[in-house]
């Protein structure tokens, strides 16, 4: 019967034609080197602090190619897979294939594990149909990058998770002329990062989860556009984090029909996030040199403890969530919290961003941006957008001269698995305030002038009888070990305590602090110019940046007040002789001062004063459908602090990045 059916089937269908006309093939083949005067080997700058591994390294060259494949089924269907290779041997690692060896002492050097197997994985297979179904437009299947959602609620995987990602999507219009369209989706939750514990169900990590094969994200989108100069977006997304009923009677003892024991299994909920936002951009045709742009967005996270273990308590405050009860408006002590006891409760709140877009109104040359934003002190967008996007305009506290950097409304922040020259993301949770950002740009000059206040809602502030309030950072809110100072994304390596790398790499997840009265301004002033007249028109750019970070913690006393000051001055020039090279040189400079960075309440505070320059080198050069890059980079650092807390320590670091590739 089934090859009957099988048959009619085949008869039936349209058939594909069999030549090249339906494939679209195209490859590309990526090397890179890595050089730092160090003693470590690899092909990547910071991996993850927290897991033993062997993948980062500063010192090799490692090669990479991946396959694309789409194929043109009928007019209606296509299809689609990606080949690439596993990353992380290196050249002079002739004979790795993987064969890990835990517990044996081996000689053969096969034994760096998978990751440096270079084997060829599947990613990126999809299928892709218009069914002749009303309102239906399009149904895929398979692998996507979450990237029909927002940083608010699901957003795009980042680079190295772009197409493992996989599930069911829908998209279709409800009203002509695209006025009403929609796009629903269920996709499969990663085993790691998306719940409590960065995991889904690893019971090697916690021993409270095991099942992740269940665990799914539903989301939905409406978009409107009411008017051609209007356009509304309604975004809900739900994250459920599913485990096996550990009271199920099929679990608890023998399978007998008197015990209920059915061969079936209940689920229990060890996680719930929800999301939801309502934007809209506004472009008046009558006065196209403005924009208007909003957007205010909901969260919801509920943990359950039987289910999830809590990493505020037994973590030293990494988790990704809030562990909140209803303690201690219950009448819970610090006592019983520490014993678990309260009951849990999810954590709720609001977000807002309003942008206002001034595009040379005046025909002046000089544009303005003005935002205002106002995000929650729990706000969390679990499997929200947790790199490579940016949700705020400012320029930001942990982005430099050479170092690039953003803002997310997450604390799910990936700052791993990536180079030195890559940008670095800081969670504006609890963030409010404004950015007012003035351009000027005539002829071959541009310029920008950035400020910004930042006010937090993470503040603790007093209580009616002006007592500090405290914050229940042991048991609740996640603090990351370390939640003062300026963060050197520079110097940050992961060779080194995971939290406060070198003293001065602190992860800036950091949102929550036992006590906090804090607020924060940053200053940019930019500029670039193109000499004329010269050979490779010679681009000048220079960027100075201050930023004053205040901290009075608890208010009931002035000993503990942290103030960092950074003054940051940036000048570089680049130069493109022909079509095919561009070089680049430069200098930046930075120095902080901070008061009362190091210590605690307990011990007292103690500050610090710390210098770097750093200089850079870039080329690039493409030839024939190949690209060439090179970064060498050199900074020394010296960090002087009082003799009271540390030792004074200094950097001389000498690092490059290569890169090869070719397309075809």
């Known amino acids: 019967m089934r090859k009957v059916t099988l048959a009619a089937v085949l008869l039936l269908a349209p058939a594909a034609r069999p030549d090249t006309v339906n494939f679209e093939l195209n490859g590309h083949l990526y090397t890179k080197y ?51 290779s596993r990353w992380g041997a290196i050249w002079q690692d002739w004979w790795e294939n993987g064969d890990l060896k835990p517990g044996v002492q081996d000689t053969s050097g096969e034994s760096l594990g998978m990751n440096h197997a270079q084997y060829i994985k599947l990613r990126g297979a999809f299928i892709r ?13 398979g692998s996507t990058d979450f990237s029909m959602w927002n940083e608010w609620t699901i957003g795009k995987a980042r680079y190295i998770d772009r197409d493992n990602g996989d599930g069911v999507f829908v998209e279709g219009n409800l009203l002509p002329n695209k006025m009403l369209s929609y796009t629903t ?135 990704p969530v809030l562990f909140k009860t209803d303690c201690p408006q219950s009448g819970c002590t610090p006592q019983d919290l520490a014993n678990g006891l309260g009951n849990p409760v999810s954590s709720n709140d609001f977000a807002g961003t309003l942008l206002f877009e001034f595009f040379d ?98 503040n603790t502030g007093v209580d009616e009888f002006g007592v500090p309030v405290q914050r229940d950072v042991t048991n609740q809110y996640p603090n990351f070990l370390y939640t003062n100072g300026f963060t050197d994304t520079t110097a940050f390596t992961a060779d080194a305590d995971y939290a406060n790398v070198y003293d001065r790499g602190k992860d800036p997840r950091s949102v929550y602090a036992q006590y906090q009265d804090r607020h924060t301004v940053v200053a940019v002033l930019t500029a670039q110019y193109q000499v004329p007249g010269i050979r490779g028109t010679p681009t000048l750019n220079v960027k100075a940046k201050y930023v004053n970070d205040y901290d009075g ?25 022909t079509n095919e090279l561009k070089l680049t040189v430069g200098h930046e400079l930075s120095y902080w001062d901070e008061a009362a960075r190091d210590g605690s309440e307990q011990a007292g505070f103690y500050g610090s004063k710390t210098v770097r320059n750093t200089s850079h080198l870039g080329v690039t050069y493409a030839f024939g459908g190949a690209l060439f890059s090179y970064t060498l980079e050199y900074f020394n650092k010296y960090l ?16 490059a990045k290569g890169t090869f590739e070719v397309g075809w």
């Open 185 to 319: 989706g269920a996709m499969a939750l990663p085993k790691l990062w998306a719940g409590p514990g960065w995991q889904t169900g690893l019971k090697d990590n916690d021993p409270l989860a095991a099942l992740y094969g269940t665990d799914w994200a539903f989301a939905a989108k409406l978009d409107s556009r009411p008017r051609s100069d209007l356009r509304l977006r309604l975004i809900g997304t739900l994250v459920k984090d599913w485990e096996a009923d550990r009271n199920s009677p099929f679990l608890t003892g023998p399978a007998s029909a008197a015990r209920g024991a059915n061969h079936s299994v209940a689920l229990a909920t060890r996680f719930r996030g929800a999301n939801a936002t309502v934007d809209g951009t506004w472009s008046p045709p009558a006065r196209d040199w403005v924009q208007v742009s909003g957007l205010v967005a909901y969260s919801s996270n509920y943990v359950n403890p039987d289910y999830a273990t809590n990493l505020v308590r037994n973590g030293q405050g990494f988790s």
């Open 361 to 458: 109104p005046f025909k002046t040359g000089f544009s303005a941006k003005l935002q205002l934003f106002d995000i929650g002190a729990e706000y969390n967008a679990i499997m929200g957008s947790r790199r490579e996007a940016d949700v705020l305009i400012t320029d930001g506290i942990i982005a430099g001269g050479f170092t690039r950097g953003g803002q997310l409304p997450t604390l799910n922040i990936a700052n791993e698995f990536q180079d030195f020259d890559e940008p670095w993301y800081e969670s504006c949770i609890g963030w409010r305030g404004a950015t007012a950002i003035l351009e000027y740009g005539s002829g071959s000059f541009k310029s920008t002038l950035e400020g910004t206040y930042i006010g937090y809602n993470t």
């Open 640 to 655: 002087r602090r009082d003799q009271r807390a540390y030792y004074d320590m200094e950097w001389n670091v000498w690092r």
């Open 129 to 141: 149909l218009a069914p002749p179904i009303p309102t239906v437009s399009w149904v895929t299947l």
């Open 553 to 577: 913690r608890r208010q009931d006393r002035r000993d503990d007040d942290y103030r960092g000051k950074e003054y940051l001055g940036l000048a570089a020039v680049s130069v493109q002789p």
């Open 34 to 84: 890595m050089y730092q005067n160090d003693s470590s080997q690899g092909c990547l700058s910071i991996s993850n602090p927290f897991w033993v591994d062997n993948i980062q390294g500063h010192n090799g060259a490692c090669t990479e190619f991946e396959l694309n494949i789409k194929g043109r089924v009928s007019d209606k269907v296509s299809a689609g897979v990606r080949l690439q």
